[in-house]
């Protein structure tokens, strides 16, 4: 996501050197931890943590609709190439300051058109759902993808539960606003907190997902933690991270991106090899750890499932 003001800042400027030796410090206790794996050795960075047996947390769940075979984005490319503001404008600062980043306690908010709105706890949240493993491609606005395997459950299935009203024809998610935690919001970079939406049709569809791990582990805080969406479909910005608050709303919501630069980054945000970024073309793309670059597909790859939705739309007007 390119915007000219952030571009100047470099996010080492910004975290001052407390962030960095508490970093330093949780990855050493990181290390301490891991080293007492089965293995004994030293786990590199670049693979997922494990349990004290050396098992992966989420194991042999069922797999999600429309999984693909992969092959995987590497770990470490997926944990220190990053989008996500709140924690840094460059790719690997979310990573760097992910340490700050406390994510216990959590709650999520459920309000506007719906019969049972209400605060839950994280854990209240997530208790009737039952876990898959969701492989799916995410195409970022930029041009560079990746293939994750994440850890959820179809978001209309979390949605039903607080019984929307016919009214409702909008979703509405918002990250969590906390400077002290998400330490960029300290800056003036982006409307915090972070907002995106979805119409109803689309927050239904079971693709659609709320993931709280990848690669059988919890998710990193940098991809989201404790809770995000997915839509494999749409461009990377609408799959919003570290939710707190859930919106049925009759009215389109506004959203961070296509508020900030209309022309650029749109309400739908469909994946589309024929509709150019103004900036650049849309029809290939780079996934991350590969040299060569692939061609994009419509919907990113998923046409078959999502088409039907945009039946009848003009897809170059409504991008
Ligand atoms: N709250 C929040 N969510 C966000 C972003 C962000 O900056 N803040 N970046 C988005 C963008 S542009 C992309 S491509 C994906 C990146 O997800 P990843 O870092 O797990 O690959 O997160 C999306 N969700
Ligand atoms: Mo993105």
Not at 182 to 194: G, I
Request: neutral net charge; aromatic residues 12%.
């Amino acid at each position: 996501m390119l915007i000219n003001k952030p571009n100047d800042i470099r996010p080492s400027e910004i975290t001052d050197k407390t962030v960095y030796k508490q970093r330093r410090r949780f990855l050493q206790g990181a290390g301490a931890l891991l080293g007492v794996t089965a293995t004994g050795g030293l786990m590199a960075l670049g693979t997922p943590p494990r349990d004290l047996q050396g098992n992966k947390i989420f194991k042999d769940l069922p797999r999600g609709i429309a999984s693909i075979d992969g092959p995987l984005t590497d770990y470490e490319d997926a944990t220190t190439y990053n989008n996500f503001y709140e924690l840094g404008v460059g790719k690997s600062g979310p990573a760097e300051n992910a340490a700050l980043f406390k994510t216990d306690p959590w709650s999520v908010t459920v309000a506007g058109e719906c019969e049972k709105p209400g605060t839950l706890t994280l854990e209240d949240f997530l208790k009737p759902h039952a876990l898959e493993e969701r492989i799916y491609r995410l195409r970022c606005v930029e041009t560079w993808s990746m293939v994750i395997p994440w850890v959820g459950f179809s978001l209309g299935d979390a949605l039903k539960r607080f019984q929307p009203t016919r009214d409702a024809k909008f979703v509405i998610f918002e990250t969590l606003f906390d400077p002290d935690r998400l330490v960029m919001q300290n800056f003036d970079l982006l409307d915090w907190p972070y907002q995106e939406g979805l119409r109803i049709d689309e927050a239904m569809h079971p693709l659609t997902t709320l993931a709280i791990g990848m690669y059988g582990e919890v998710l990193p805080k940098q991809n989201g933690a404790p809770l995000r969406l997915v839509v494999p479909w749409k461009y990377g910005f609408k799959s919003i991270k570290s939710i707190v608050s859930i919106k049925f709303s009759k009215a389109r919501p506004k959203t961070t991106w296509s508020d900030l630069q209309p022309e650029e980054y749109g309400f739908y945000a469909n994946v589309n090899p024929d509709v150019s970024h103004p900036r650049w073309s849309q029809k290939r793309e780079r996934p991350l750890g590969e040299w060569f670059k692939k061609d994009t597909l419509l919907f990113n790859g998923y046409a078959e499932q999502v088409a039907g939705l945009y039946k009848g739309m003009d897809l170059k007007k409504h991008y």
